[in-house]
């Protein structure tokens, strides 16, 4: 049984950073896509970065400022963030799922293995 588990998070000021950790068991292939998602309150589930194929891409509103880490052993993806800024407030999932590739973006629909989420706000 797949178990995504998630922890990190929190709250913090403006320019402050976080760092979210998601650990994925139950794949019989570690080689599996894993990703973290956004849901903001009232807003659509979205993509934020991604580890696939040893390729790790993020949303352009987070390039630079946060950095995903993929241990493919450990099966873990962690996110590391940076310069925060109140729009980043939301619940924070990871999600996983074998066969995914998505270089230019990936949506909630390419994945079936999703953690319980973890909070993260921002105030200013």
């Known amino acids: 049984q797949v178990h995504l588990v998630e922890s990190g998070g929190g709250s913090v000021q403006a320019g402050g950073s976080l760092r979210l950790s998601c650990a994925a068991s139950g794949f019989a292939d570690s080689r599996i896509c894993m990703a973290w998602f956004r849901q903001a309150t009232g807003s659509k589930r979205e993509w934020v970065a991604a580890s696939a194929n040893g390729i790790i891409s993020y949303e352009d509103s987070v390039q630079g400022r946060f950095t995903a880490s993929k241990d493919t052993l450990k099966s873990t993806l962690d996110l590391e963030m940076n310069s925060l800024n109140p729009e980043d407030t939301a619940m924070y999932y990871c999600?996983?799922?074998?066969?995914?590739?998505?270089?230019?973006?990936?949506?909630?629909?390419?994945?079936?293995?999703w953690g319980q989420g973890t909070q993260v706000t921002v105030s200013s």
């Open positions: 999600a996983a799922e074998l066969g995914v590739w998505g270089p230019s973006g990936y949506r909630p629909a390419d994945f079936s293995y």
